[in-house]
């Protein structure tokens, strides 16, 4: 099945400092990969969709020029959260694949700011 | 209202019991349906597709009704290792996942 690699798996921030995160979609090629924010005890929130070669496509609320996402290659998505404050400290999940075959997730990025 | 919609729970169940989860889906374009398991402190994992003639996977059984809009899953013979958030997940070509707050499911010995 398709595999997406996720990293750093957590990683602790001094608060106004900028956070990158990785996706790579390992086995397949990914036009379109997505970001979700989880806290605790919440549901998964769609941040934004990463598009292969264009901007991304940011949900109500989410400020694109904190969240800076690239998607350079139909593999590779970052996301950067930058100038961070302890209230970004949550899951970041990235996830690839198609409608029809289902969605796979990368293993998640727990970010703490401290 | 939430285009995803789940019970809760939590469900606390015995060992060997039955159990079913339903969700409801607002959105009649949606396509494709999946139930995902989430433990704690852990990416979703796909559980199984839902297709609208019903499929089994092993102890764990999918059915879809599109005139309803409903979709459930039933996991039977309950095992310690079931416990985990259950995910109810729609999706239509284009779109991100549209996601339930997911039901909580604790098999106890």
């Known amino acids: 099945g398709a595999v997406v690699s996720q990293h750093p798996s957590r990683v602790i921030c001094k608060s106004g400092t900028s956070v990158k995160i990785e996706c790579r979609s390992l086995d397949f090629q990914a036009t379109t990969m997505f970001w979700y924010r989880q806290f605790p005890k919440q549901s998964l929130m769609l941040m934004a969709t990463s598009n292969e070669g264009s901007k991304a496509t940011y949900e109500q609320g989410v400020e694109k020029d904190k969240f800076l996402i690239n998607h350079a290659s139909l593999t590779l998505s970052t996301l950067t959260v930058t100038s961070a404050h302890p209230e970004d400290s949550s899951f970041y999940i990235c996830s690839a694949g198609s409608h029809r075959d289902g969605y796979t997730f990368g293993s998640g990025t727990r970010l703490t700011v401290v | 209202r939430k285009e995803v919609e789940q019970d809760p729970g939590p469900f606390n169940v015995p060992e060997g019991a039955t159990v079913a989860f339903n969700c409801t889906y607002s959105n009649s374009a949606s396509q494709s349906f999946f139930w995902y398991r989430q433990d704690c402190r852990k990416e979703p994992k796909l559980l199984m597709s839902v297709y609208s003639s019903g499929n089994e996977d092993g102890r764990f059984t999918a059915q879809l009704n599109r005139a309803s809009q409903y979709i459930s899953l039933l996991i039977r013979d309950s095992k310690l290792s079931d416990s985990a958030t259950y995910l109810c997940?729609?999706?239509?070509?284009?779109?991100?996942?549209?996601f339930g707050k997911g039901t909580s499911l604790l098999v106890t010995p």
């Open positions: 997940v729609v999706s239509r070509s284009g779109y991100a996942l549209n």
